[in-house]
């Protein structure tokens, strides 16, 4: 791709340079462990990543991490996977996200919003108080460091209070949102053998009430490992038999206790499918998520206590964790718990006129379809402390860029970043000293060796490659759940590249060191920001009897759309009729959850697979890109290579 210097989208003043707190650490830092002074970002970022350890005990200086016993030294082992951070180091991430509870009692650490769009505010003490209450209350069920402790829950105050206890205490929280099917959350769940579940009645969205009493039961039929379940009546419902009830644990004023664990000590499991088995249970650290998160949130998105920060997403999703994270700049998180587009297209820049939200975050998705319904934020809405529009999920077309230049604010700074789950943080994406570029990421991350390789591992840079980090990041996985020879975790990242993560991006990594993100490089769906596996999809289809085999595919579409289709051989005698159309979209949508519904059902002849016998997907995915049949597959690897002409056909009547 060419990237002859065009005009910057926006540049950021010099007063706001001046201000960001990127570039009062850089001075701070060159000052006190050797950083560059001059050079700007580009400076800075070589020296974070050349100087790696430097780097991140600066980072741990600066923010003042609490650390309970000193650590020996910042890193044991660098090896990937496997680097061992701060070795001997204990502390604890709760007591950090509540610090502010001691200097802003009474500002509200939360806003919680429903789709009244009123805002309820939490005080950072009152937060403190029932983090205090049910932390002693969790201990006293007798759950120990190490515990798993489960919430299927929505984007509300309970959530956040829910996981801060259980890291007070020094378990691993988990959750799920409550739009998955039983069957999603059980797979999840059962692999880490909760001893507690907080779990909501029901929950709201797009003005109905869905009840979940049902699926509530089955969860707790199924997790043989639960000492206690706890009710949140979110509906309003009496708490079911032997469930304890949410306000009697959180009633009473203690002050939280915080258990020092090792820097490495679990903090939460999140889930990321891969396209086959069981979603991967991926393990991050109190500490390594304490520190990337200060990185990300206090120097890249700029966060102070003067800030108000909101960011749509729900609890099954890495952006839900990172926006509680916001708690550690002693910012003020906005709660949505809604749908994004209730009552109408605009929902969500109300939300950010009515919390007077600073940085809002959405999806790419949801700023092309503001774009496509002509909404008018600027116009219709007081959006004057709006400085920051945040994307990712998917990557933001020049057109969103555009769109929200003109409609938004001129003045408005556009980051579009990108990272994973499995880091729950971003490569790439938000500075705010450097220039904004039509449909391009700023930069790579402090400390993140970001680099585009080919197949042999040579770094291109003006050329599409593979995603790659050649150095660790403290919020790399520690391990996944249920693997004990780390196998499955290997094979995830590092399989490619001996040593070096391989993220799963097509990227480019221009002259410039901005980033072109081109979507993902292997099979894994990923909707609204939540990646997932074909296999779940596979499971609940199959199961219908008129269903033989199917194939799911998704493609980033040039407008930033994503074109879902699920393809399906039908059993003899069976016909794709809208009976079996909307069977199949109810299957998925109740076992499952909505975000899962395909775009389009589309019957095929059969579905291609490897000479062992594994669905192909990849290559049908690059046919429906328009990649040529010989080029998109190794077809001596294939069964039946005709009927990967009917893949072919499509893509072409397509367009």
Same mark, same amino acid.
């Given at each position: ?6 005009? &910057? ?56 991490? #609490? ?62 108080? %029932?983090?205090?209450?049910? @932390? ?17 829950? &929505? ?6 209070? @829910? ?157 839900? *964790? ?97 990272? #994973? ?13 450097? $220039? ?45 759940? *249920? ?14 590249? $001996? ?26 769906? *990923?909707? %609204? ?78 579905? &291609? ?9 990849? &290559? ?30 499509? @893509?072409?009547?397509?367009?």
């Amino acid at each position: 791709m060419s990237t002859a210097n065009p005009s &910057p989208l926006w540049q950021p003043a010099p007063e706001r340079i001046a201000q960001a707190q990127i570039t009062k650490f850089q001075a701070w830092a060159a000052e006190h462990h050797g950083a560059p002074s001059h050079g700007g970002y580009a400076a800075l970022h070589r020296w974070s990543v050349d100087e790696l350890d430097t780097f991140w005990k600066a980072v741990t200086e600066w923010f003042d991490v #609490g650390f309970s016993t000193p650590y020996a030294r910042v890193l044991g082992d660098r090896s990937m996977p496997g680097a061992e951070w701060f070795p001997g180091a204990t502390l604890n991430y709760a007591e950090h996200a509540l610090r502010a509870a001691g200097t802003r009692a009474d500002e509200p650490a939360l806003l919680y919003v429903d789709e009244t769009h009123e805002p309820t505010p939490v005080s950072w003490s009152e937060l403190r108080r %029932q983090v205090g209450s049910l @932390a002693a209350e969790l201990r006293a069920l007798g759950v120990h460091p190490g515990d798993r402790v489960s919430g299927y829950l &929505p984007n509300v105050p309970q959530a956040v209070v @829910a996981l801060l206890a259980t890291a007070a205490v020094g378990a691993v929280w988990t959750s799920c949102a409550p739009d998955f099917g039983a069957r999603s959350v059980l797979d999840r769940f059962q692999q880490v053998e909760p001893v507690v579940l907080f779990t909501v009645d029901g929950y709201r969205y797009g003005g109905k009430e869905h009840d979940r009493r049902d699926v509530v039961a089955e969860l707790r039929g199924e997790l043989p490992t639960l000492r206690a379940v706890v009710h949140i009546p979110l509906l309003g419902t009496e708490a079911p038999e032997g469930a304890l009830d949410w306000s009697t644990l959180t009633s009473a004023d203690v002050k939280p206790v915080f258990e020092p664990v090792p820097f490495d000590h679990p903090l939460w499991v999140l889930y990321s499918s891969g396209t086959t088995g069981l979603p991967k249970a991926i393990v991050q650290s109190q500490g390594g998520i304490l520190v990337e998160h200060l990185k990300q949130l206090g120097l890249h998105c700029d966060l102070s206590t003067e800030d108000r920060f909101f960011w749509y997403t729900s609890t099954g999703w890495m952006m839900w *964790n990172f926006l509680v994270s916001g708690l550690l700049t002693g910012t003020t998180i906005v709660l949505y718990d809604g749908s994004p587009g209730y009552p109408d297209t605009g929902a969500q820049w109300r939300i950010a006129e009515r919390t007077g939200a600073t940085l809002f975050g959405t999806s790419a998705a949801y700023v092309m379809a503001c774009r496509k319904a002509e909404v008018h934020p600027a116009r219709d809405f007081d959006l004057t402390r709006v400085r920051c529009v945040a994307t990712t999920g998917s990557p933001l077309p020049p057109d969103g860029f555009r769109w929200l230049h003109d409609e938004v604010g001129e003045d408005l700074w556009i980051a579009s970043v990108s990272g #994973g789950t499995d880091v729950c943080s971003c490569f790439a994406g938000a500075v705010p000293t450097l $220039p904004v570029y039509i449909g391009e990421l700023q930069a790579a991350g402090l400390g993140t060796d970001l680099q585009s390789w080919d197949p042999s591992g040579k770094p291109l840079i003006d050329e599409v490659g593979e995603l790659v980090v050649t150095n660790p990041m403290p919020s790399m996985p520690i391990r996944f759940w *249920n693997d004990p020879d780390g196998s499955r975790y290997h094979d995830s990242y590092f399989d490619t590249y $001996p040593g070096v993560w391989r993220h799963g991006d097509w990227i480019t990594v221009t002259s410039r060191d901005s980033v072109v993100i081109h979507g993902r490089s292997d099979s894994t769906l *990923n909707r %609204q920001g939540v990646r997932m596996g074909s296999a779940d999809i596979y499971e609940a289809v199959e199961r219908l009897p008129e269903i033989k085999e199917s194939l799911v595919i998704g493609i980033e579409q040039p407008d930033g759309g994503y074109w879902m289709p699920l393809f399906v051989q039908l059993a003899p005698g069976a016909a794709l009729d809208e009976a079996l159309l909307n069977r199949i979209k109810q299957t998925i949508r109740e076992q499952l959850s909505p975000r899962h519904v395909p775009d389009e059902v589309i019957e095929v002849p059969g579905v &291609p697979h490897t000479l062992t016998g594994k669905r192909i997907e990849v &290559p049908v995915k690059r046919l429906l890109q328009g990649t040529p049949l010989d080029k998109a597959v190794n077809v001596g690897s294939v069964d039946n290579v005709e009927l990967l002409r009917f893949y072919e056909d499509l @893509a072409r009547k397509r367009g």
